[in-house]
């Protein structure tokens, strides 16, 4: 043991003498001993440092006769001996880690032996604090570690991590709005949880967590917040996304230990299944009621209900169930399913005011919503079966209803569900439902007086991409059945021109609807509704208007490119209306006036670009003027032989003249005017 001991000793003095004379201290010894007594100091130096095998020493002499260099032979031995190391790691035991750890870790500066330390730092569970901080502190070093250092570090430094797990967060929050936006083009948000958490971003988010708790909670963490700064929901869907994610990499020591995992497990059965029967709607509801009050992890619940594709598919199996009621005759308090969708439906639209405020108490039983909001919609669902079977006299219009559109007979609408409305999320989302179902009935009157709730009360409707997209998908459906198109002009008017105003994506949106049903919808309501869109509706400012990619669940877009190529696209649009309309005067000014005033510079490119491809044409058919002097497109003479002259218009300016094309499909001229004089 003393024999152990001593040698333990001297290697170390000798570890200890051989890390001093590394990096900047060891120049600086060695500068110091060449400057007293060069021969001495180097044969000390080359005696401390050099090769210690007795087997080697008789080779050294041998091959300074044949010329060969030290420092050549020093960098071969040093090469075998590393590869020779590397290759021994995996037999070490946890003990002979820690101390090859300490004893190499001196060298992770220079890079000939900085593979040798990162390897035993990757084979070691759990790295001494000093080192962890060592590395850290150099961004060389960190961006060398491997991924299972990083987690060890992380652990330690939680800015790093943020650093590391951000821009992966954003990215896939930004693939989710594409989902989503691709998902709402009908109007339908049901999309397989199982597809979209087999994307690659989530995958690496949940290789970056590892098995450790601790990172796994920073990140849900780092996810409140993105929900709190963005008040973006899509948040809420990576949260349930990670957990069942983990859950799918049977990563046990984190979802396990993850209160919510149960309840949100449950939820995406019911979104694998579009629906939520009894059995699941009881588990919900004991789930959810066997936690105390004011318990954070309500906070956390009510963001996996807040996932606009679990909300929407909550709602939608909520209305459901309103349908079956007023099919059956039957109060929606009578149906249990009812209750435990209303209480989640209340708890999801809480989830950022829980979050932010931190009071996580919320309505238990949900009896206004079942014993008074829903009623009333059930009550409007009976009134259209009864109607539907023409067995509904017309009823006068009370003080409690709401305008009507011109030329339609008004709707008795209970004045205290507008109120529930104005108020209650829940409630304007099944009532979401209840429009589409009456657009899809061509019953615009109705679904006229409900959409006009979203402007009286000041509620965004620029948000509300699936509901919008339903109803525009409805409108197209049923545009045989337009009539006299007052009604329709009235809705058209109500959801998509006026608020058009405020968002550039709405602007859009109604141009794509109006180009959709322009051959079915009347002349006069089609000019009435481009003319209130032309002088009134929002344009890109260049500065990026968020609702051009999609306000609300994209929240993703704007800046500048998304601004330009929404810019584009209306101008595209416009252009495509004005081609249809070009001998209806009255709609043409309208288009021109917009196009002048608000896309000048598209319309001088669209001009450039089309006197080149004139230009082009006329060389391109220039040889064929000498075979035919008087066909070629640049001839001063006409197909009589007559002399003729061309004289270009001075200035681009679009024609407003009443000139119509022999071809009612055939567009307009949009290039710089020319003259022709014999």
């Not at 050099?50 to 060969?68: N, Q, V």
């Not at 209840?434 to 402007?455: G, M």
């Not at 994506?505 to 051959?519: D, G, I, P, Q, T």
Request: hydrophobic share 40%; aromatic share 6%; proline share 6%.
């Amino acid at each position: 043991q003393q024999q152990q001991q001593q040698s333990q000793s001297s290697l170390q003095q000798l570890m200890q003498a051989r890390v001093s004379a590394i990096g900047g201290a060891g120049s600086n010894q060695i500068r110091e001993g060449l400057k007293r007594n060069p021969p001495a100091f180097i044969a000390k130096f080359q005696q401390d440092n050099g090769l210690d095998e007795p087997s080697c020493l008789p080779a050294l002499p041998l091959l300074d006769l044949h010329s060969y260099p030290r420092n050549k032979l020093y960098k071969g031995v040093l090469e075998h001996l590393r590869q020779e190391l590397l290759g021994r790691l995996d037999q070490l035991n946890k003990d002979g880690v820690e101390k090859l750890l300490q004893v190499t870790f001196p060298f992770i500066g220079f890079p000939e032996l900085r593979d040798i330390p990162l390897a035993v730092l990757q084979r070691h569970p759990d790295i001494p604090r000093q080192f962890l901080r060592e590395l850290g502190k150099s961004a060389e070093l960190y961006q060398l570690c491997s991924l299972e250092v990083k987690r060890q570090i992380w652990r330690q430094t939680n800015t790093l991590f943020e650093g590391a797990v951000l821009p992966v967060l954003q990215q896939y929050v930004v693939e989710l709005a594409n989902i989503h936006r691709q998902s709402t083009m009908t109007g339908m948000v049901h999309a397989d949880p199982r597809k979209r958490r087999d994307n690659p971003v989530i995958k690496q988010l949940v290789d970056f967590l590892g098995g450790y708790v601790e990172l796994y909670n920073y990140l849900l963490k780092l996810v409140r917040l993105g929900l709190l700064q963005s008040k973006n929901p899509l948040y809420c869907t990576l949260r349930a996304d990670i957990l069942m994610v983990l859950h799918t990499a049977e990563v046990a020591s984190i979802y396990k230990l993850d209160p919510c995992h149960k309840f949100v497990w449950c939820l995406t059965a019911c979104l694998r299944e579009r629906d939520v029967d009894t059995k699941r709607a009881n588990e919900l509801d004991a789930f959810l009621m066997a936690q105390p009050p004011d318990s954070p992890i309500i906070g956390d619940l009510a963001m996996t209900v807040s996932d606009p594709f679990a909300f929407y598919s909550l709602s939608h199996s909520a209305y459901q169930r309103l349908r079956e009621c007023a099919v059956k005759m039957v109060l929606p308090s009578s149906v249990p399913e009812l209750r435990v969708l209303a209480v989640l439906l209340s708890l999801g639209s809480a989830a950022a005011y829980m979050i932010e405020k931190q009071a996580f108490s919320f309505d238990r039983q949900a009896l206004v919503a079942t014993t008074e909001m829903m009623p009333l919609i059930v009550s409007l669902m009976v009134d259209d079966t009864i109607a539907a079977h023409g067995q509904l006299s017309g009823a006068a219009a009370s003080s409690t209803t709401t305008a009507a559109p011109p030329g339609a007979t008004p709707r008795v609408i209970p004045a205290k569900l507008e109120k529930f409305f104005e108020s209650n999320e829940t409630c304007r989302h099944l009532l979401m439902f209840y429009i589409h179902e009456r657009l899809l009935a061509a019953d615009f009157a109705t679904a006229t007086q409900l959409v006009s709730w979203f402007a009286k009360h000041d509620i965004p409707v620029a948000g509300l991409e699936p509901f919008v997209n339903s109803c525009a998908a409805a409108v197209e459906a049923v545009k045989e059945r337009f009539g006299d198109g007052r009604g329709v002009e009235a809705f058209v008017h109500e959801l998509f021109v006026q608020h058009s105003r405020s968002s550039v994506w709405l602007h859009e949106r109604a141009l794509s609807l109006l180009l959709a049903v322009c051959n079915t919808l009347p002349e006069p309501s089609m000019h009435a509704l481009v003319s209130a869109l032309c002088s009134s509706a929002a344009i890109p400012d260049g500065d990026g208007d968020g609702a051009a990619a999609g306000a609300g669940a994209g929240g993703a877009g704007g800046g500048s490119g998304s601004s330009g190529r929404a810019e584009r696209r209306l101008f595209k649009d416009y252009q495509a209306l004005r081609a249809i309309f070009a001998e209806t005067k009255a709609i043409r000014e309208c288009i021109d006036q917009r196009l002048s005033a608000s896309f000048s510079r598209l319309l001088e490119e669209s001009w450039e670009q089309q006197s080149e491809s004139e230009a082009s044409s006329i060389r391109h058919a220039g040889s064929a003027q000498h075979s035919n002097p008087s066909s070629a497109p640049g001839s001063m003479r006409s197909e009589d032989g007559q002399p003729r002259s061309v004289v270009p218009s001075p200035a681009y300016a679009m024609s407003t003249t009443p000139e119509r094309s022999s071809d009612a499909n055939t567009p307009m001229s949009m290039s710089p005017s020319h003259t022709t004089s014999d």
